[in-house]
């Protein structure tokens, strides 16, 4: 009979390794920006190839420690960073409790200007915010109930967008984050927002400042004007826009100032999403002639799930994850095979490591839209993108909606060539880069010249 024999204590890391995570994982994490990216740090650290070293480095951390939870010896923290796909699952399933998404840090990157969002509610205010987000998200379905709009609002856009760039013949990335804000606006606040820049504008300081966490002091008098911007447009709000879809669903407790910046916020990272997976798809001709069969044989211009585009930015996001800390905090002691977890301690999943794991993941650095072919469940490798669990993110169809849509548009219209040195790392069959810069990426664009595939 097989005796188990329960170890005390989980593996800690050497002090010379904590140091290695401190600056191959915090450090970049940290310095390009949690909430606000910074161009020149990203550009850097996509030169340096940062986090396909900080997928090396923790691979070679599960080599030496086994499978963890790993604790890091960090003075002033409790800190454990997981190895092990079956304890990614169950840390995000058991959230909020023991695992709550309310870590110190997030609140004080957050309490610079949503400090009452669901994300950082505590167990009791969570169910109501939550509320509302999927309410307004249509949280559970491919396409959104307010879709039609949806998809005008995008092309109205693309068509101004479009106007532009044949002008010029290049889309970058600044003519791209123009009319990516304009349709968040849109779609998020209404149409009357469209032109309002201020709204964004305050966003991005609030953020910037917001990057600093605790080292930085609130800038009150500019979110007492993002607050009143937001319930301005809560007050009487335009029903096709997700504020709209969210009424319903307002409660004493729901906070809405504090829950619509999330989405301005967030909706940022599915624009980087959509211009990496424009530059996947300009580098990946027979994956573009899967696409464009999928995306010609309907009509754009009405709702579409188009599967294989949606599978593209999860690709997109695989390959690059906008939230590449996913962060937990325990709210007592808890237990895992190995030995117990404390109370408030920072649970660490790296999300990179998991989607590039190449000691696991056959296709951990090319593009395989197969992984996201079937509904992807705990029996699975984690690949989480957008979280997963009670906290996952409540708008991962609408984002792979709206980018999927958008980038259908472009790509059975249009040719793209990436121009720039990321035409040569993106070409297979060579590993695609750990890191990739959104910001330079910049293509050549004519008119399409091969017969759309009519069904
Ligand atoms: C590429 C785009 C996006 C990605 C990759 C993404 C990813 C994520 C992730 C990973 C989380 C969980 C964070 C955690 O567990 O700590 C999250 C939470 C959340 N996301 Fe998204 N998100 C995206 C866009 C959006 C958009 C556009 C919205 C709203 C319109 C949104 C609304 C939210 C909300 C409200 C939460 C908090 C959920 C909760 O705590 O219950 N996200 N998102």
Redesign the pocket.
Known sequence: MEVLVPSRSLPVASVPDTLAVARDVVVPLLARGVIVRRPPVVGALARADADRRAVQLLQRLRRTYGTGPLRLPIPGRRAVLLLDPAHVHRV?AETPDPFT?ATRE?RAALGHFEPA???VSSAED?PVR?RF?EQA?DTPHAVHRGADRLVAVIHAELDMLLGRVDATGVLDWDDWARTWMRIVRRL?LGDAAADDEQVTDDMVALRAAANWAFLRPRRRLLRRRLRESIARYAADPDPSS?LGWGASAIEPGTRVED?VP??LF??D??GW?MFRALALLATHPDHLADVRTEADGVDLRTPQRLPLLRATVLES?RLW???PA??RETVRRTRFERGPVPEDTLVITYAPFFHRDDENLDSANRLDPTLWAHERTEADWPL????AG???????N??LHTASTALARLVTERDLMLTGPAAEVLRPPADLPGTLDMFTLRFLVTPRTTAPVRA
């Not at 989480?384 to 979280?387: A, C, K, T």
């Not at 009670?390 to 991962?396: I, L, R, T, V």
């Open positions: 995000l998404a997030k969002n669901v994300l969570r939550r987000h998200l998020t997700l829950q999330q989405w967030a909706y990272a599915a999403a996001l994850p906008t939230t996913v962060l989480i993108p957008f979280s009670p906290a996952g993110c409540p708008a991962q609408v984002v």
